[in-house]
């Protein structure tokens, strides 16, 4: 299994309130995702990492930041938690030297209350 | 953006029946992945397949990318086959909406 870890695993917070989830890679892998998944509905891109300090926009980016300072950290932040973005919440590598095919880890599910 | 459709929404089987899943894209593709979402959530690969046909045990793929739709065949399923696949664009990062799959004992 690819080494990806996701935490935290479970959040509640409340409306209003930032919070930032944190995706950990031990593969030395170039690309970095987030994405989010909501009832009866596959997997859709928020942001990614092509490198260190290099980002961009999915296709759900509003409300949403992200940060890389390190290859192996991939942070998303949502500065201030809606309602509407209480969702399951993946992480995602991949690297051109394994034909850029991804892997995921566990989740978070995070519910703004 | 390219669009990924996935048939049927819904799959309930019978354990030992065969399945096939089917995934159509609407723009050419570099990556294409199938992945089966377990009951925990958990997302597993199953199968990296831009063009071909790949087989691992009971599953196989075959995508064939100038008619641009890519098909999952289930054989013998089991009920621990249940959950729902998704075929996903990878290079584009698009995925579908899944098929939900329910092998019945």
């Known amino acids: 299994d690819a080494g990806i870890t996701q935490s935290p695993r479970h959040k509640v917070t409340e409306t209003g309130t930032p919070v930032t989830l944190r995706c950990h890679q031990t593969?030395?892998?170039?690309?970095m995702y987030w994405y989010r998944q909501d009832p009866g509905h596959g997997l859709r891109l928020i942001h990614y990492?092509?490198?260190?300090?290099?980002?961009d926009k999915g296709e759900v980016s509003d409300g949403y930041s992200v940060s890389r300072s390190k290859t192996e950290d991939f942070l998303l932040t949502l500065e201030s938690a809606t309602s509407s973005q209480t969702s399951v919440y993946f992480c995602a590598i991949s690297d051109e030297g394994v034909g850029n095919e991804q892997f995921f880890g566990p989740g978070t599910r995070l519910t703004v209350l | 953006g390219i669009q990924v459709e996935q048939s049927p929404p819904d799959l309930i089987l019978q354990e030992g029946a065969n399945s096939t899943l089917r995934c159509n894209f609407s723009?050419?593709?570099?990556?294409l992945q199938w992945f089966h979402q377990n009951p925990w959530g958990q997302l597993i690969n199953l199968f990296y397949?831009?063009?071909g046909t790949k087989q691992n045990g009971r599953l196989s793929a075959t995508t064939v990318a100038t008619e641009r739709y890519s098909l999952l065949y289930i054989s013998s399923s089991q009920t621990t086959d249940s959950g729902v696949y998704f075929c996903?664009?990878?290079?584009?990062?698009?995925f579908g909406d899944g098929t939900t799959l329910t092998v019945k004992p």
């Open positions: 397949i831009p063009s």
């Open positions: 593969e030395n892998h170039r690309y």
């Open positions: 996903a664009v990878s290079d584009k990062s698009t």
């Open positions: 723009d050419s593709v570099n990556n």
């Open positions: 990492s092509y490198g260190v300090k290099d980002t």
